[in-house]
């Protein structure tokens, strides 16, 4: 279906203002013309768009979809614009990204410093969630990418570049000291409060999967929503948690941690940095991408 986008766009003033009238004035155009163009896409579409009244239009069903979809596409190129004009004057812009904690603290952080140095015109909004929320987010345009920590499912449509590994251990507080002497069977695990990520995330799935498929029915004692949560809590020997090494490592050589050696190999997860391939990033996006990125 080929359509003049500019029937979009005063579809979208139409839909905005839900008076034509107002939405030619706003145009530069004139109701008539306006009041064409609208038929014309009703026309092409094969559906009703709006329903007509005294005081104005509002949309029908099909018109609130194609709102939903016209809104953001209208927005992302106005923004484009501004973006461009800004970027060109001052070498600045706008970059929004999803982050999970863990890859903020392992990876972001440092990159962001460095890159605050070289581009300090660039605004950078980072929006912590859930993986699957951040991967919501992503498909739904409101991100120009994101760094999330594996395992995650994302479909075709997204690219994925490998950031860095990492390996998590398992730890606790002082009071678990005696546990750090001699490697700790994994179905010992059980006799132990186990601290973890909660439900819906990417931790809770791995590890879930991790004990199944060694024949372990095991599920955390106390569900956090962060993972910036657990280190206080495993640190005031409330029970013990898997942690990346990087993040544990001061911890453990202040000795308000202690490492638990576990007979097996826990699994490998990675940070990677993951965007939409059918959407385009702001000119600041894209340039934060690649420095991240390295491409």
Known sequence: MDINFDY??????????????????????????VTRVMKLLESQMNCRLFIRGARGVGLTKEGEALYAHVEIACRHLWEAQEEIGRQSASGGGNVEIGVTETALYLFVLNKLQQFREEYPAIRIGIHNHSTPEIIRRLDGGRLDF?????????????????????????????????????????????????????????????????????????????????????????????????????????????KKLVQIPLEGELPVRSIQIVSDKGRGRSLAGETFYKYLTGR
Do not use: C, H
């Not at 005063?10 to 109701?31: D, E, H, K, M």
């Open 8 to 33: 979009y766009r005063i579809f979208y003033y139409v839909a905005r203002y839900g008076n034509i009238t107002r939405a030619a004035r706003a145009l530069g155009s004139s109701q008539p013309n």
């Open 146 to 254: 994101a760094v999330i920590t594996t395992p995650f499912e994302a479909s075709a449509a997204f690219s994925r570049v490998r950031a860095m590994e990492f390996q998590e251990i398992l730890t606790g507080g002082p009071q678990y000291e005696a546990l750090g002497r001699e490697p700790l069977k994994l179905k010992d695990m059980k006799r132990y409060p186990w601290i973890g990520l909660g439900r819906g995330s990417a931790t809770y799935d791995l590890y879930r999967e991790f004990f199944i498929q060694n024949g372990i029915d095991m599920e955390p004692d106390m569900e956090v929503a962060t993972s910036g949560l657990m280190l206080p809590l495993i640190e005031n020997n409330l029970g013990i948690g898997f942690v990346p090494e990087k993040l544990a490592r001061p911890l453990l050589e202040e």
